[in-house]
């Protein structure tokens, strides 16, 4: 069939980029003019895909269906150039992310690292099956 599940959907902090992904592709696309500027089907299904304000930074977890492409691994790629992949011990559910962090979050634990060097900062429990709360990260 033609019809595509989607996954996930997006904006960057200053909205002037959105992604969106698919159980096949994900597409990054330009606000100011509806241009795309990357997309690709060779992860499979995307979980999670964002794009970090003005840079050309993208933060993309696979969801799992195509073989190499773990939902334990967050890869930041620069335009088409895989910088950094960060493997964890569970699928990661969800990821958040502003000029100076990154937090990754599986189903009970939160990785906080600085966005610059990549370092893991912290390792936070939280509780299991609690997906009514909400967390936002500041950039001060």
């Known amino acids: 069939s033609g019809t595509r599940q989607l996954i996930q959907y997006s904006f960057n902090d200053e909205g002037t980029k ?14 100011l003019d509806f241009t795309k500027l990357a997309a690709s089907a060779a992860f499979g299904g995307v979980r999670s895909v964002n794009c970090l304000h003005h840079a050309d930074l993208y933060l993309l977890v696979a969801s799992g269906d195509k073989p190499g492409a773990s939902p334990r691994r967050a890869k930041i790629w620069r335009d088409s150039q895989l910088i950094q992949e960060i493997a964890l011990p569970s699928t990661v559910e ?20 600085e966005l610059r060097t990549l370092s893991l900062k912290a390792t936070l429990t939280h509780f299991p099956g609690n997906n009514c709360g909400a967390l936002a990260i500041s950039d001060s």
């Open 94 to 113: 969800h990821t958040l992310w502003n000029k100076t962090h990154l937090v990754l979050f599986t189903d009970n634990q939160m990785f906080v690292y």
């Open 18 to 31: 959105f992604t969106a992904s698919t159980e096949r592709l994900f597409a990054i696309y330009s606000t």
